[in-house]
C-alpha cells in the first residue's frame, strides 16, 4: 500500500502569494509543499510593486535577494492626460508614513523564479509542473490530488491548505464560486513588452507612466534598461463597439494620442500581444476552517494602483499569522477568525477599491489630477497610492475628506474638468 506523504501546510500556486505564504510558513517551521502547475520562469502581467511590498518582502528574508536582483527602482509614478496637457507626479518620498521611499519595477517571470526559490531554501518542497485537481477536506485533515504533466495523480495530506492559485479557475470550489457583486463595468487589457519607448531622464524614468485617455488608460512600467511593459486598459463595451481586433485597437489608440505618439516613437513590441479580460472580482468567504485564499484567489479589481502583487503577499503573511495560532492551539479557524481574516483582507481592498473609482470617473479624476490640493492632503494620498492601505488617523481624515470632495464633484464644479482633446483637434 502506497503511504500518503504528510504536510502542515500545502500551498497551491507559486506566483508571490504562494512562495510568501510557503516562506512565511517555513518560518514557522511547518512542513511545507508548494505545488505549482507551470514551469518557471513564467511569464506574468504585473510589473510594478508598492512601497508597502518591501516590509514583506524583508519579513520572509528575500528583500535583499531583491536588491541585488538588477530590478528598475520605482520612486513614483506620474500620471498625464492623453494629449499631454496636465501630468501630476507622486512622489513616493513624500508620503506621510516613513519609509515608503521607493521599491522596484520588476520582470514578473524572474521576480516570481526568485520568490519561489526563496521559499525552497527556506525548505519549502516545491513540485513543479504539477497540478492541484482536488481538495477533499474532513476530519482536520484535506486530501489533496496532484496530478503531474504525465497524468501521473498521486495523493497527499495536508492540515492546513492555502489557495493562492490566482485568477486561473485550475482549481475551483463550491466556496469559490460566490462572487461578491460586480460593482464596475467588465474591464479588458491588451499588452506587450516594447523596446524603445521613451522615458525621462533621472530617478523619474523609474516611475509608473499612466497615460488617461477620456475612455480608458494606459500604463507604462519600465522592467529593464530597455524594455517597458505597456498596455492598454478599456471596457469590454468600448470594444465591441471599437470592432477592431485588440492589437489593432492597441495601436488605434497609441495614435489618437499626442502623448503616446511622442512616447511610442521609433517603440517595438518584443513579444506578441496578449488579453486579459473580466478581471474585476471577489469572493465572498475568503477562509474555511483551514483553507485560506490569498491573492487573486481571493479577488482582484483593477491593475490601476499596482496593488495586485502587493495584497497577494499581505494576504499572505496574514494568512500564516493566523493559521499558525490555530494550529499551535490544535484547532481549525473559528468562525470569527475566519470572518476576520475577509473583513480584513476586504477593508484593505475597499481602500483601493475607492481610489480606483476615482480615478475612472472623469469628474472626480479632475480633483485627483489637481495640482494644488489643499489640507495637506497629498502626503496623505501619495502614502495610500504607495500601499498604505491601512487607515491610520492622520490618513483616514484625509482619504474620507479627499474621498468627499470627489463625491461633491460630481454635482458640484468643484476642480475645473479637464479637455482631453489632442492638440490636433482642439481647434
Ligand atoms: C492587466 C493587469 C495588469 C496588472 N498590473 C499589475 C501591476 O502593475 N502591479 C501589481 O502588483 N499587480 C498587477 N496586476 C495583478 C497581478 O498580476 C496579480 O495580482 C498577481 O500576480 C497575483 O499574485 P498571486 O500570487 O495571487 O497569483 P499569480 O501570480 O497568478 O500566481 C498563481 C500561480 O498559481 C498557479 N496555479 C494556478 N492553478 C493551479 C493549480 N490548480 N495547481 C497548481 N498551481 C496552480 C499558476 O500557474 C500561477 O503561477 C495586474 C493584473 C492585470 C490583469
Redesign the pocket.
Given at each position: 500500500m502506497n503511504s500518503v506523504s504528510e504536510y502542515d501546510v500545502l500551498v497551491?500556486?507559486?506566483?508571490?502569494?504562494?512562495s510568501c505564504a510557503a516562506a512565511f510558513a517555513r518560518k514557522q517551521n511547518f512542513r511545507t509543499l508548494l505545488?505549482?502547475?507551470?514551469a518557471f520562469p513564467?511569464f506574468?502581467?504585473?510589473?510594478?510593486?508598492l512601497p508597502t511590498s518591501n516590509a514583506i518582502l524583508r519579513a520572509t528574508g528575500a528583500w535583499s535577494k531583491i536588491q541585488a536582483a538588477g530590478f528598475v527602482p520605482k520612486h513614483g509614478a506620474l500620471f498625464v492626460l492623453s494629449n499631454g496637457t496636465v501630468t501630476k507626479e507622486v512622489i513616493f518620498s513624500e508620503s506621510l508614513v516613513p519609509g515608503l521611499d521607493s521599491t522596484y519595477q520588476v520582470e514578473r517571470a524572474k521576480f516570481?523564479a526568485l520568490l519561489l526559490d526563496h521559499a525552497r531554501e527556506l525548505g519549502a518542497e516545491v513540485r513543479m509542473e504539477?497540478?492541484?485537481r482536488s481538495v477533499e477536506s474532513g476530519a482536520g485533515l484535506h486530501r489533496v490530488t496532484l496530478e503531474g504533466t504525465a497524468g501521473t495523480t498521486e495523493t497527499v495530506s495536508a492540515r492546513w491548505v492555502i489557495d493562492?492559485?490566482?485568477?486561473?479557475n485550475?482549481?475551483v470550489t463550491e466556496q469559490k464560486q460566490a462572487l461578491d457583486p460586480a460593482t464596475s463595468p467588465k474591464r479588458m487589457?491588451v499588452?506587450s513588452h516594447f523596446r524603445g519607448v521613451k522615458r525621462a531622464p533621472g530617478r523619474a524614468g523609474g516611475h509608473t507612466v499612466v497615460v488617461r485617455l477620456e475612455d480608458g488608460w494606459f500604463?507604462l512600467?519600465p522592467i529593464d534598461e530597455e524594455r517597458t511593459s505597456v498596455?492598454l486598459v478599456t471596457t469590454l463595451a468600448a470594444m465591441q463597439r471599437a470592432k477592431l481586433p485588440p492589437e489593432e485597437l492597441f495601436w488605434a489608440a497609441v495614435k489618437a494620442s499626442a502623448k503616446l505618439r511622442e512616447l511610442f516613437d521609433g517603440a517595438e513590441a518584443t513579444m506578441s500581444f496578449r488579453v486579459?479580460s473580466d478581471?474585476t472580482y471577489f469572493r465572498r468567504q475568503l477562509a474555511q476552517e483551514r483553507l485560506l485564499l490569498?491573492?487573486?484567489?481571493a479577488g482582484?479589481f483593477d491593475?490601476i494602483f499596482?496593488?495586485?502583487?502587493?495584497?497577494?503577499m499581505w494576504s499572505a503573511q496574514l494568512s500564516i499569522e493566523l493559521l499558525t495560532r490555530a494550529d499551535r492551539a490544535g484547532r481549525g479557524l473559528t468562525p470569527r477568525e475566519r470572518a476576520s481574516y475577509t473583513n480584513a483582507i476586504k477593508n484593505h481592498a475597499g481602500v483601493f477599491r475607492r481610489l480606483i473609482e476615482i480615478f475612472y470617473n472623469n469628474r472626480s479624476f479632475a480633483v485627483f489630477m489637481s495640482q494644488e490640493v489643499p489640507w495637506n492632503m497629498m502626503p496623505g494620498l501619495t502614502s495610500i497610492v504607495a500601499g498604505h492601505a491601512k487607515l491610520t488617523w492622520p490618513l483616514w481624515w484625509r482619504f474620507k475628506l479627499f474621498s468627499l470632495i470627489c463625491r461633491l464633484q460630481l454635482r458640484f464644479q468643484i476642480a475645473a474638468p479637464l479637455d482631453y482633446r489632442q492638440p490636433d483637434a482642439a481647434g
Open positions: 497551491i500556486g507559486g506566483g508571490p502569494g504562494g505545488v505549482e502547475k507551470c513564467r506574468r502581467i504585473g510589473e510594478s510593486m516570481d504539477t497540478t492541484v493562492a492559485s490566482g485568477r486561473d485550475f482549481f487589457a499588452y500604463w512600467i498596455g486579459t478581471y490569498v491573492g487573486d484567489a482582484f491593475p499596482s496593488s495586485g502583487a502587493y495584497m497577494s
